[in-house]
């Protein structure tokens, strides 16, 4: 199992750290069921601490090298069926294992890039 750092990823210190402004998302995985008379009834499947899942937008504003090396990880968890990977997001407590299933990356000028990627919370064992 990977980890988004800078160790693993390669990166020099603060490589992999997004800039601020990023975007957190809850979809709570929730079924509805509505009856003719207005009743409305709602029911979660599975285990209640899964049916939340967090959809980080995030941005990294690098060196190209750093740049190339984000994106680099991210090619290999592609490669490798969209391995999960361990990640803590800013202002979070622990560490959560998330994919990473898009991502553009951009080069504004010489030796800098901007990547955007979307990391999406999974939940499955260790």
Same mark, same amino acid.
């Given at each position: 199992?990977?980890?988004?750092?800078?160790?693993? +990823?390669?990166?020099?210190?603060?490589?992999t750290t997004p800039t601020?402004? =990023? *975007?957190?998302?809850?979809?709570?995985?929730?079924?509805? +069921? =509505? $009856?003719?008379?207005?009743?409305?009834? /709602?029911?979660? %499947?599975?285990?209640? *601490?899964? =049916?939340?899942?967090?959809?980080?937008?995030?941005? $990294?504003?690098?060196? *190209?090298?750093d740049a190339q090396k984000?994106?680099? $990880? %991210?090619?290999? /968890?592609?490669?490798?069926n969209f391995e999960s990977?361990?990640? =803590?997001?800013?202002?979070?407590?622990?560490?959560?294992?998330?994919?990473?299933?898009?991502?553009?990356?951009?080069?504004?000028?010489?030796? /800098?890039?901007?990547?955007?990627?979307?990391? /999406?919370? +999974? $939940?499955?064992?260790?």
């Amino acid at each position: 199992m990977a980890t988004f750092d800078d160790d693993n +990823v390669g990166t020099s210190a603060g490589g992999t750290t997004p800039t601020y402004g =990023q *975007q957190k998302r809850s979809a709570p995985n929730v079924r509805t +069921v =509505q $009856f003719a008379d207005g009743y409305e009834h /709602r029911i979660i %499947f599975g285990l209640a *601490q899964h =049916q939340n899942p967090k959809i980080f937008n995030l941005t $990294f504003e690098k060196s *190209q090298s750093d740049a190339q090396k984000i994106e680099d $990880f %991210f090619d290999a /968890r592609a490669n490798a069926n969209f391995e999960s990977f361990d990640y =803590q997001p800013a202002g979070e407590s622990s560490t959560s294992k998330f994919v990473c299933e898009n991502w553009t990356k951009t080069i504004p000028y010489l030796n /800098r890039a901007t990547i955007k990627a979307t990391f /999406r919370e +999974v $939940f499955e064992s260790s």
